[in-house]
């Protein structure tokens, strides 16, 4: 399940996530991804059979990868589809990927996940049968990490805008 508290603050906002695979035994103590600025804290309490501190939450979100930022977008891979939910919980989109796609990358404007690329709005910009269980953006490249027949890994690196190959090692 996927938690999320959202909370604004007049001067500046701040994010807090956290991502569970099943109820935290009280006291509950998800694994947190937290955004902040300096003059403002995040709860330190959270309970989500009372909902203190718990804006929403998405059963249906499960899964070992962190959710991922972008502007007012969460982008969340699980259970072979990438999902992207506005901050209230609200789905915008969802796409369809082969496997079990690895955790999302995004510069803000594109996001990838697995061998796709998507804008924030769910147009897919390309497709790649590559490899990926784990992805690196490193400025205009995108490279991809995954399995290669056995006891092996392959290391693939694409232009992150067009999905063109440009080096792969086995």
């Given amino acids: ?8 603050d ?8 956290a991502l569970t695979t099943k109820e935290p035994a009280a ?5 947190t991804v937290a955004v902040s600025c300096d003059d403002v804290q995040p709860p330190l309490v959270w309970d989500i059979a009372k909902g203190i501190n718990v804006a929403w939450r998405n ?4 899964g070992t990868t962190r959710p991922v930022v972008a502007g007012a977008a969460l982008l969340v891979s699980s259970a072979g589809k990438l999902t992207c939910l506005d901050l209230t919980g609200k789905a915008r989109w969802s796409d369809k990927l ?23 709005t769910g147009k897919q910009a390309w497709s790649q049968p590559v490899s990926a269980a ?4 490193a400025g ?8 290669s027949g056995k006891d092996k890994t392959a290391v693939t690196v694409l232009e992150a805008a067009t999905g063109k190959e440009l080096k792969k090692w086995d």
Wanted: net charge positive; proline share 12%.
């Fill in 10 to 17: 007049r001067r500046r906002a701040w994010l807090r996530l």
């Fill in 1 to 8: 399940q996927l938690l999320a508290r959202v909370h604004n």
């Fill in 98 to 120: 082969d496997g079990d796609p690895p955790e999302p990358v995004t510069d803000g404007k594109l996001v990838w996940c697995g061998g796709a690329c998507f804008d924030l």
């Fill in 27 to 31: 006291p509950p103590l998800p694994a």
């Fill in 59 to 62: 059963t249906d979100l499960a």
């Fill in 140 to 147: 205009n490249r995108l490279v991809a990490e995954g399995p």
């Fill in 134 to 137: 784990k992805l690196y953006l």
